[in-house]
């Protein structure tokens, strides 16, 4: 069973920067992507950012495009987002997921890292 844990969230300044980062352990997998997602209260999760498996190809919802990067580690099954210039209405509980070789959609979750923004 794949497990996946978020962390590196926390209070910051809008205008200031966090890292996250997730990690991948419990078994073998082969992932086709994985992404960030968040959830702001009384919002639905939202796709931040995608990353196929050799790191190759990204994507970015345009409300963070030039200010968060995706990256992984493959040697340490290491899913990261690099978040700049934070704003306000970044605040929200961000998710990692996994989307195995095979599967039709991201099934694989962790259990959320809170990012709240004060202005």
């Known amino acids: 069973q794949v497990q996946l844990v978020e962390s590196g969230g926390g209070l910051v300044q809008a205008g200031g920067s966090l890292r996250l980062s997730c990690a991948a352990s419990g078994g073998t997998f082969r992932a086709l992507k994985m992404g960030w997602f968040r959830q702001a209260p009384g919002k639905e999760r939202d796709i931040v950012a995608e990353i196929n498996q050799i790191g190759t190809r990204t994507s970015y919802a345009d409300s963070v495009k030039g200010r968060f990067t995706i990256s992984i580690d493959k040697f340490k099954s290491t899913l990261y987002l690099q978040m700049n210039k934070l704003k306000p209405e970044d605040t929200a509980v961000y998710y990692c997921?996994?989307?195995?070789?095979?599967?039709?959609?991201?099934?694989?979750w962790g259990q959320g890292t809170q990012v709240t923004v004060s202005s």
């Open positions: 997921a996994t989307w195995p070789v095979g599967a039709s959609a991201y099934n694989y």
